[in-house]
């Protein structure tokens, strides 16, 4: 099976712009999941999306969002960037269903965002 | 409040020495999820394994071996004859019935493993 994939690998932004990533998660997987990850704050927890519905949301404001598509495929968008906003754009899918927090989750390459 | 601790920022051994990378949890459910994570160079996060909180035994698989404990609210992950492949950050995740699928990561160990 083919891994979880993400779309652009790296981006250049400026501030106030704004910018879409996608993930097509492993074949199957409904669940899709994102985290920012940066050395000052690590991994953090974005939102996750199963069937189409955003099923949990971190600590983030509204300028992130997502969505997901009836093929699970994930979007997430982060509009008016910050230079804060630089960061490895990660997306996990799972095989789980539930909400137990049971399943392992399968990680993509990640988007290098850089916001000048 | 969930929480996951990784007190060692970096680690250097040389190659064939034994290494351990501790990890830490806080929870206040009594069921949950530990997971151990590669992240090579390359960004990618990798699996390497999942254990519920009702399983307490340890598991060795290969080179790798991990110890739960919950009386110590630890899960150590051993790596015997390092190589310098496996030079990476390791992560320790925990979720739990309370939060679903929202991994809370720890702030990762950087292992080096010098020819």
């Known amino acids: 099976k083919a891994g979880v994939t993400q779309t652009p690998r790296y981006l250049i932004k400026t501030r106030g712009q704004q910018v879409t990533l996608s993930c097509s998660p492993i074949?199957?997987?409904?669940?899709v999941s994102w985290y920012q990850q940066t050395p000052g704050q690590g991994l953090q927890f974005l939102f996750e999306y199963f069937s189409e519905t955003q099923r949990n949301k971190g600590n983030f404001p509204g300028r992130f969002s997502g969505r997901q598509f009836s093929n699970s495929r994930s979007e997430m968008n982060v509009s008016t960037l910050e230079l804060g906003d630089s960061a490895l754009y990660l997306c996990?899918?799972?095989?789980?269903?539930?909400?137990?927090?049971?399943?392992?989750?399968?990680f993509g390459p990640g988007t290098r965002l850089t916001v000048l | 409040a969930q929480k996951v601790t990784q007190a060692q920022t970096e680690i250097s051994v040389v190659e064939k020495e034994d290494v351990t990378l501790d990890c830490v949890y806080e929870t206040r459910d009594t069921t949950y999820y530990l997971f151990w994570y590669k992240q090579p160079p390359s960004g990618e996060l990798v699996f390497l394994i999942r254990?519920?909180?009702?399983?307490?035994q340890n598991e060795i698989s290969g080179r790798y071996s991990w110890n739960f404990q919950k009386s110590t609210s630890s899960f150590n992950f051993t790596i015997t004859a390092s190589q310098v492949v496996d030079s990476a950050v390791y992560f320790c995740?925990?979720?739990?019935?309370?939060?679903?699928?929202?991994?809370?990561f720890g702030t990762g160990t950087s292992l080096t493993v010098i020819p």
């Open positions: 254990r519920n909180s009702f399983d307490e």
């Open positions: 074949s199957g997987h409904r669940s």
């Open positions: 996990a899918s799972s095989p789980s269903t539930g909400t137990s927090g049971d399943g392992e989750q399968f």
């Open positions: 995740a925990l979720s739990d019935t309370n939060t679903g699928n929202q991994f809370y």
